[in-house]
C-alpha cells in the first residue's frame, strides 16, 4: 500500500508547533506505517512564516508524480488523516478548503499584521495532485519569481481545476465556531506554544497533544 505523504511547514521560532501536528496524526491514524512526514521550510518572505513558499514545491519535490497533503505546522488533526487523502483528484490539481471570511484579529503571534485578501487560508491544507499537468509550471525558478497573491490564489490553475474540501478540514480557531465534529484545528491567529494564545480557545486540546508528543523524552 502506498504511503500517505505529508509535508508540514516547519518555522524555526515555533518549532514544536510541528512536532505537534505530526503527533495528532499518528495518534489518529488508521494505519500509522503509511504515514511519511517531511517538514518542510524556506527563507522568510513578506514577514511570514519560514514555509510561506515552499509549500508550492511539494509537486516538484515529489518529482510530480503521485498526491501529496500539505499542512501549516500550526494545527492539529483530529481525525484519521486517510480520509482527506482519499479524496477524489480526478480533473483537479488541489484540494482545498475555499475559506471566504474577514479576520477578527488584525494582528497575530509575534505581533504580525494579519490582513485581509482574496482567498485567505486556501492554501495552509492542501491535497496535491502531484502529477497534474498544470502542476509542473511549479518549479523552484518560477515560484521564486511568483508574487504571494499569485500562489496563495492558485492562478497558474482555472478555477474549476481548484477542488473544495469540507470546511472541516480546516477549521479557523479564533475566526470561527469550532465544531466537535472538525477533522482539523487551524490555529491561525497563534499556537498556544505561543505566551498569548497559551489560553485561547482549544488551546487545552493542542497541549494534551504536545504532551503526548514530548512524553518519550520524560522517561
Not at 28 to 53: E, H, K, W
Not at 75 to 89: N, Q
Request: charged content about 20%.
Amino acid at each position: 500500500m502506498n504511503s500517505i505523504r505529508i509535508f508540514i511547514g516547519y518555522d524555526p521560532r515555533e518549532a514544536v508547533a510541528y512536532h505537534t501536528c505530526v503527533q495528532s496524526i499518528i495518534d489518529n491514524a488508521s494505519d500509522p506505517t503509511r504515514l511519511s512526514f517531511t517538514p518542510i521550510t524556506g527563507p522568510m518572505r513578506d514577514g511570514s512564516n519560514a514555509f510561506i513558499y515552499a509549500r508550492f514545491l511539494v509537486p516538484y519535490l515529489c518529482g510530480f508524480q503521485g498526491r501529496a497533503i500539505f499542512l501549516d505546522g500550526d494545527m492539529i488533526v483530529r481525525s484519521d488523516i486517510g480520509k482527506l487523502w482519499e479524496h477524489d483528484l480526478s480533473y483537479v490539481g488541489v484540494r482545498v478548503v475555499k475559506h471566504d471570511y474577514k479576520t477578527k484579529h488584525p494582528v497575530k503571534y509575534l505581533g504580525n499584521p494579519n490582513a485581509d485578501y482574496p482567498r485567505k487560508n486556501w492554501s495552509s491544507v492542501i491535497l496535491w495532485n502531484c502529477n497534474f499537468f498544470p502542476n509542473r509550471v511549479l518549479t523552484p525558478e518560477f515560484v521564486a519569481k511568483q508574487p504571494g497573491s499569485f500562489l496563495h490564489r492558485f492562478s497558474w490553475l482555472p478555477d474549476h481545476q481548484i477542488g473544495e474540501l469540507s470546511s472541516s478540514w480546516n477549521r479557523l480557531v479564533l475566526e470561527q465556531d469550532v465544531r466537535p465534529d472538525d477533522d482539523l484545528l487551524h490555529y491561525t491567529i497563534g499556537t498556544p506554544c505561543f505566551a498569548e494564545y497559551a489560553d485561547c480557545d482549544y488551546a487545552e486540546e493542542w497541549h494534551e497533544t504536545y504532551a503526548r508528543a514530548i512524553a518519550p523524552m520524560r522517561t
